[in-house]
């Protein structure tokens, strides 16, 4: 923890005074270093790329935007994150938060579940009828994707480990296989759409389970690429935007109560590396928030 200046915002951005953040995988990825191909940046740099808070002052073109008014966002991530009592965003990658939720269930929101909604409906097409797999269900990525294909009217498949089978039939998966204990690939076929966030080996295999033609999206890196196109599967890797839209547009499910942030545990930001080491260790249920008001 250090004292630093409170940041200044150019003409297009936004001065936010942060109430609550939450952790993401890419947090320590970038800060150990190794993703610079994908995030160039310039180290030390204060992590935290989801906020949700109260505008404090809004550039002089900024036109959408007053402060007060309470918002929330994923940062861009090649910049100071929201560790931070206040962070500077672009304003046209931020908007309002949902109403009914407070500020840290908010934080848990913005990286995750654009991840989630860009890959089912972006990159995936999934559509109502269609049958996806979802991995790592129970994750912060995986906990918004199983609520988004139901909501859109998928049947929805998902991986969990056995702490997690009930959890995630709740959320609304159809069905879960227990990935420590059963082969998903032995258990399924024809599906539409398989949404990876674990790369290596499980990607090789969710091939075996996709329709002639289905698709394969990816929110690390695709490594299968000679697979897939020998099956004609579309393999696809992607990294989320802050699209004001989507944000907007996620905002009124949660208000409308058809989508819920699932929240592990809250933290005071004086635990940010506690947290990180958890994340780490890759076995949270939902997402972990730092409360920093
Ligand atoms: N491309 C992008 O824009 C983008 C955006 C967000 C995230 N990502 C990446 O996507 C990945 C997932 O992110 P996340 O935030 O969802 O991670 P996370 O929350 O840390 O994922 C943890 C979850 O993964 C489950 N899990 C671990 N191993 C598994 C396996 N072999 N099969 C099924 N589930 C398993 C764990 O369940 P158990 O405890 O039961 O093991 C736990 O619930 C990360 O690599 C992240 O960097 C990319």
Do not use: C
């Not at 995988?25 to 989801?50: E, H, N």
């Not at 929201?82 to 848990?108: G, Q």
């Not at 002639?212 to 690390?220: A, D, P, S």
């Amino acid at each position: 923890m250090d004292d630093i200046p409170v940041p200044t915002p150019e003409s297009d951005e936004l001065l936010i005074k942060v109430y609550a953040t939450s952790v993401n995988p890419v947090d320590w990825k970038i800060l150990k270093g190794g993703y610079q191909s994908k995030f160039p940046v310039a180290l030390p740099l204060t992590p935290g790329w989801d906020v949700s808070g109260v505008v404090e002052k809004a550039g002089a073109d900024v036109k959408n935007f007053k402060p007060g008014d309470e918002v929330y966002s994923r940062p861009d991530p090649t910049k100071n994150g929201a560790f931070a009592e206040y962070i500077v965003v672009k304003a046209n990658i931020v908007a309002l938060k949902p109403k009914k939720i407070d500020h840290m269930r908010a934080a848990a929101i913005p990286l995750a579940g654009l991840t989630a909604w860009q890959g089912l409906f972006k990159y995936g097409q999934l559509q109502k009828g269609q049958k996806v797999l979802i991995h790592a269900a129970s994750g912060g990525v995986g906990t918004f994707a199983v609520q988004f294909a139901k909501w859109k009217g998928a049947y929805v498949i998902g991986t969990a480990s056995d702490k997690n089978i009930d959890f995630v039939k709740e959320l609304g998966a159809d069905e879960v296989i227990d990935y420590k204990k059963e082969r998903f690939e032995d258990k399924l076929k024809n599906l539409d759409l398989v949404f990876d966030t674990m790369g290596g080996d499980t990607q090789k295999r969710s091939i075996k389970v996709l329709k002639n033609g289905g698709r394969l999206i990816t929110t690390v890196k695709p490594e299968s690429e000679e697979e897939a196109k020998a099956k004609n599967i579309h393999l696809e890797g992607y990294t989320a935007q802050s699209y004001p839209t989507d944000l907007a547009q996620i905002a009124a499910l949660v208000d409308e109560g058809k989508i819920k942030p699932i929240i592990a545990d809250i933290m005071p930001l004086e635990k940010a590396a506690e947290a990180e080491k958890l994340s780490k260790e890759g076995h949270i249920r939902g997402k972990l928030v730092l409360k920093v008001v």
